[in-house]
Structures are given as C-alpha cells and as structure tokens.
C-alpha cells in the first residue's frame, strides 16, 4: 500500500489542494480565527502543502510534515516525524485529517503530544468511515468514543460537517486550561451559527455541535 511519504511532491500538492475549496477547511479557518487571537505560538502538524497558518494573528507560525511542510508567508515548515522531533510547546497545535493514517502503536503517543499544547488541540478526522472505504486510511469509523478513546479525554467542542460530496468531517477542539464556559459557548456558537447550511449529520447521529 502507498504511504502518504511514497507521494511525489507534485502528487502530495495535488491532493492538497483538491481539498482547499472543502467545507471544512473553510470552518477551520475560521475556528483557528477565533482561537488565536490572543495565543502567540501555533503548530501545525501534517500540514503537507496547503497553508492554514500565514493569515493568523499569532507571532510564530510553524508547520511540521514528515515529507512536504508549507513554507513561507511568514509561516516555518519544519520536515520530520512529529513524534521524533524536539520542540517548543505551541498555545496552539493543530493537526488535520493525519490520524486516520496512524496505526493503534502510534495513535495514542501521537495524540498525547498534541495535548501537550499550552491552551488548545484542534482536528480533524473522517466521520464514521467504514473501514476499508480509503486503502490509505489505518483507523475506521473513528466518531466521539474512538478520539475520546486516542486521547484519554473527551473534546470540549465537537463538530461533525456535511461536505458537498456527501462525506463527512468530525472536527474536535481540546481545550488544555482554564477557558470561562461562557466565552467557549460564544466562541464556538457564533462560528457554528455562519455554515448551518452547509452542515448535517446521518440519522441517528448528533445533529448540532456538542460543547461539554
């Protein structure tokens, strides 16, 4: 099976940006929006070609990938295995549509460091995938008890959007100190508020998000 390192950096480039016009990039943008205007430090880990960062408010900017990082505008890319790697601890980190390709021996010391961050881990999966539907894909219908499960701790926020094509995103955000209940519940309201439309769930599955 190809792994996502065997692409060519045209190939990865690519894949990248086929998915920039998807709903849920456009959701997470305006998340991290929202999450970094007070944070100074954001990471974002297999980041591959596509910038999520430069357009931020924060002062450092970085993005890992073990084979393509973005680079530029005012974003550093830093190649390399994230678990491998020594680094600052971000405000924030993020980490987007990557843990659906880590194996069970990976996942949870993958997922431990991304709670590591200062304040908040923001990602994002494939909603409830049937397994075998993506031969990149190692984890299956991953919805909240299997990242609650990764993690060790249930997401503060949690977002399942609808995208054109009729697939699936759950979006997560953990928070990692102390963050009044009201401004979370007003943060993350007002941004749900702006793609009601674009949003819906299968029957029988959270139809709005969940904030605990």
């Known amino acids: 099976m190809k792994s996502y390192e065997d692409f060519t ?3 990865a480039r690519a894949y990248r940006e086929g998915r920039k016009e998807y709903v849920y990039y456009r959701f997470l943008k305006g ?3 929202i999450l970094s205007e007070e944070n100074d430090v954001i990471y974002d880990v297999g980041s591959g070609s596509i910038d999520m960062l430069s357009y931020l408010p924060c002062k450092k900017k970085v993005s890992i990938d073990i ?3 973005y ?3 005012g974003v550093i890319g830093i190649k390399g295995d994230f678990l491998q790697i020594d680094i600052e601890t971000p405000d924030i980190y993020t980490c987007f549509q990557v ?3 880590l194996d ?3 996942i ?4 431990k460091k991304l709670l590591s961050a200062r304040r908040y881990t923001v990602i994002s999966v494939p909603y409830m ?3 075998g539907f993506c031969e990149y894909h190692l984890q299956a219908l991953v919805g909240e008890k299997k990242v609650t499960e990764w993690f060790g701790n249930k997401p503060r926020y949690m977002q399942v959007i609808k995208e054109y094509d009729g697939s699936y995103r759950l979006v997560c955000v953990f928070v990692n100190a102390i963050v009044k209940d009201d401004d979370i519940k007003r943060q993350f309201g007002e941004l749900s508020a702006q793609y009601d439309e674009c949003m819906d769930v299968p029957e029988n599955e959270p139809s709005e998000e969940k904030i605990s």
């Not at 949870?108 to 997922?111: C, M, R, W």
């Open 99 to 101: 843990m659906e390709h």
């Open 9 to 11: 950096c045209e190939e």
């Open 129 to 131: 995938e049937p397994e």
């Open 71 to 73: 680079s530029g505008n």
């Open 67 to 69: 084979a393509y990082p």
């Open 31 to 33: 998340l991290l929006r």
């Open 104 to 106: 069970d021996h990976r």
């Open 108 to 111: 949870k010391s993958f997922a």
